[in-house]
């Protein structure tokens, strides 16, 4: 945002940096200085100066150093505009913008925090006052949190009443709408989020001018690093004797211009001062996990807002310290994202740990049912080196020689991101006493798995033995073929051209024609993936899709963030649809509605699961063809090509597509495997210069 330079000058001017600073650390006035404790690092002796007159400070303990702006920025991980935004109002200073949009942008961003300001004020009001909260008060006394913890956490309650929120607040629909607090229009148009409760929380579209996003809920308010609302989640609220109610468990407010959930931790500006004393932060997957957590006395607690923890969320939590410990659920789910972090680990500078639950258990249950072994799970986590290479050997067969060899090398792997100085017999001990093996027998693997990582530029722009990013299809090279659009195979009315032009034997067309059979009657499950919550939409193609309505269907999805509005009111269809009617339109919608009953069923890895498996299912079609003959997808070979070179080309690309189908069956490696097909699909490999390099293949 292009704030004018000779405005921030006025407010760096207008600034006083001691009473800044001074509100976080206590200063003593020493000479024309001021002295105290760093803020960024722990130490005993104060080695923090803060120079007011000159504006500036200096830590000759860590080397932290700058201005008002800077100190703005590091301590409410907030960028150059906010800081200065912040700074400005705290003056009474009056920002003027390069550009009129910027300044328009800026007053509608602060509208909208006004607007989530006020709601939250109102639900935690309604919790601590309303007679009709009363169920709500009783259930939080039931999970042991008292009058302190709502106040702390600013824990709310939405009541169940159509407009009570519109109404108190008083702003214009589109306004509360655009801070994903209404639904704006007849019948919820401008709705403010795509969940599963896109329709109210008993499914029936709202209408009228304004209605409530969020109705007989328990609230928790999502802040930013400065403790400002920015979203909201809303629970579910049970009732003694009466049935569940209808709706999601959790309902979240969707993207908004002030909220980005890769971006916010819940509970990072509460968790932050703790933090940094602790030198350590604790991150949970939840909000209860957050408080329970506090009320362990675990006060450096945060948590991803409903995603997988993301590198803005790495590189946020190392601004505040360095020693991270993952406290995930001790399911599959939560053990498989604790792993993927490991990509960041060297990035940011990062030690992460990660702490062990009894299965079944979460830091939330166990914070209620026993705060001391809470506490010890975090006390005593695992290093990350550990806790992967654990879950290798865990689902290895150590029984057998071939069995400890592989999982000797996997061990090795993981061991090898680490140099070989820092890695002592301490650390590989365990492990070579697991497999079973000498110590300097598995350290001889490890750098050899390090040899060949930095002997291998593809090894060194990604994690050594990780999956997260899968190499890019072949390349041979301009002087080798001749890179065209020349269509695909998947579309069922594009399939009998497609096997006249390939010299396939009949066996391989049968095979053929019967996956494309299958992959037609997949169409409504895979729509339903698309439309469920999470990032599978991103991982997938159009090629997928063998019917065309199904395929418009998805484009709907994948590029229209309001599709939904299109379908309110469409009853669901049990079968899939197909061009019957008189009108195209209409039955895309009604597929669209089926996706859309049967996405609010689905978790994201469910829906993730059955994006892999489509994947496999076309890559293995693709297999088949070019096994028997055919030319790679998306590559027409030259005529001065010789059959040596069509041969060795087409290998490669096996090679590549059946290292993808074996990933798309793991867990660990199949987001990156799913990636790079996805990107190849879309026709991300069209040419030579524009095929996706290992870093960059896009979700």
């Not at 360095?322 to 498989?336: E, M």
């Not at 003959?629 to 027409?636: K, T």
Request: with cysteine; aromatic share 6%.
């Amino acid at each position: 945002m292009g704030i004018r330079d000779e405005d921030v000058r006025r407010v760096r001017e207008a600034t006083d940096l001691a009473s800044l600073i001074g509100r976080r650390v206590s200063l003593r006035k020493v000479g024309a200085r001021h002295v105290g404790l760093c803020p960024f690092h722990n130490e005993r002796t104060p080695s923090f100066s803060v120079n007011r007159a000159e504006g500036f400070y200096h830590c000759f303990g860590c080397g932290a150093s700058g201005d008002a702006i800077t100190f703005m920025r590091e301590t409410e991980h907030c960028d150059f505009s906010e800081a200065v935004e912040q700074l400005a109002a705290a003056a009474g200073i009056t920002l003027n913008y390069d550009q009129p949009s910027e300044r328009l942008g800026q007053q509608r961003r602060k509208e909208l925090l006004d607007l989530l300001a006020a709601a939250a004020d109102f639900y935690h009001d309604r919790l601590l006052r309303s007679s009709d909260a009363g169920p709500a008060r009783a259930y939080l006394r039931r999970r042991g949190y008292g009058r302190d913890t709502v106040v702390k956490w600013r824990l709310g309650y939405a009541p169940p009443l159509r407009d009570a929120l519109c109404v108190h607040l008083g702003a214009a629909p589109e306004r509360l709408a655009a801070a994903g607090l209404a639904y704006a229009g007849p019948r919820g148009a401008a709705t403010p989020s795509g969940d599963a409760g896109a329709h109210g929380d008993d499914g029936a579209a709202p209408s009228g001018p304004a209605s409530d996003f969020f109705r007989d809920r328990i609230m928790f308010p999502i802040c930013d690093s400065s403790g400002r609302p920015v979203s909201f989640a809303g629970r579910l609220l049970p009732r003694d004797g009466e049935p569940v109610p209808k709706g999601p468990k959790y309902k979240n407010t969707a993207g908004t211009p002030v909220y980005d959930k890769s971006r916010v931790l819940y509970g990072l500006h509460l968790a932050k001062q703790a933090a940094r004393a602790a030198d350590r932060i604790v991150v949970c997957e939840g909000h209860t996990d957050v408080i329970g957590c506090n009320l362990a006395g675990l006060t450096e607690a945060v948590a991803t807002c409903g995603t997988a923890l993301t590198q803005q969320h790495a590189e946020l939590l190392s601004r505040t310290a360095k020693r991270i410990v993952l406290a995930f659920d001790a399911d599959a789910a939560g053990q498989n994202a604790a792993e993927r972090v490991h990509q960041w680990e060297r990035q940011y500078g990062l030690d992460v740990f990660v702490a062990a639950f009894p299965t079944g258990t979460d830091p939330g249950d166990l914070a209620a049912s026993d705060p001391p072994a809470l506490r010890r799970a975090i006390d005593e986590a695992q290093p990350l080196h550990a806790f992967r290479a654990e879950r290798i050997l865990a689902r290895a067969d150590l029984a057998s020689p071939g069995g400890r060899d592989r999982a000797a090398d996997e061990a090795a792997e993981v061991l090898a991101v680490y140099p070989a100085d820092v890695l002592i017999d301490a650390d590989l001990a365990p492990i070579a006493e697991r497999i079973p093996m000498g110590v300097e027998e598995l350290r001889l693997r490890v750098d050899a798995a390090r040899g060949r990582a930095q002997s291998d530029p593809k090894a060194r722009s990604s994690p050594v033995g990780g999956h997260d990013e899968a190499p890019p299809p072949p390349d041979p090279g301009d002087d080798y073929f001749d890179y065209e659009s020349v269509g695909t195979f998947s579309p069922i009315e594009d399939l009998d051209a497609g096997l006249a032009a390939a010299p396939l034997g009949r066996r391989v067309r049968v095979q053929i024609e019967q996956a494309a059979r299958n992959r037609a009657a997949a169409g409504r499950s895979l729509l339903e993936a698309a439309a469920a919550e999470g990032d599978a939409v991103r991982l997938m193609a159009s090629e997928l899709f063998v019917a065309s309505i199904a395929r418009e269907a998805f484009s709907r999805i994948a590029s229209d963030p309001r599709w939904r509005e299109d379908v309110h009111g469409v009853s669901p269809e049990s079968e899939l649809v197909s061009v019957k009617s008189d009108s195209p339109s209409e039955d895309v919608r009604l597929l669209l509605a089926t996706a859309a009953a049967g996405g609010k069923k689905l978790s994201a890895e469910e829906a993730l699961a059955r994006v892999a498996m489509s994947l496999r299912h076309y890559v293995q079609d693709t297999i088949l063809r070019i096994s028997d003959g055919a030319d790679v997808p998306f590559a027409r070979m030259v005529d001065e090509v010789s059959p040596a070179e069509r041969l060795r080309f087409r290998q490669e690309w096996l090679r590549w597509l059946i290292d993808r189908e074996a990933e798309l069956l793991d867990p660990n490696a199949r987001i990156g495997a799913a990636q790079a097909v996805a990107s190849w699909l879309r026709g991300s490999a069209a040419s030579p210069e524009d095929r996706p390099a290992q870093s960059e293949t896009p979700v």
